[in-house]
């Protein structure tokens, strides 16, 4: 009951308040991270198969 009355709550909020749009000082970071180097397969190079 109470995971029907919070989904109702969110779909509520959802539906009366507006979303937000993304700002251009977000999208600018968003790209600056997608722009750096892929990553090298592990976060844990010393423990990696040589």
Do not use: I
């Not at 977000?26 to 592990?42: I, W």
């Amino acid at each position: 009951m109470l995971a029907v009355m919070a989904g109702v709550l969110g779909l509520g909020l959802r539906l009366t308040l507006p979303v937000t749009p993304v700002d251009a000082s977000f999208r600018d970071v968003v790209r600056l991270y997608q722009s750096q180097a892929a990553p090298t397969g592990s976060n844990t190079p010393e423990t990696s198969s040589p």
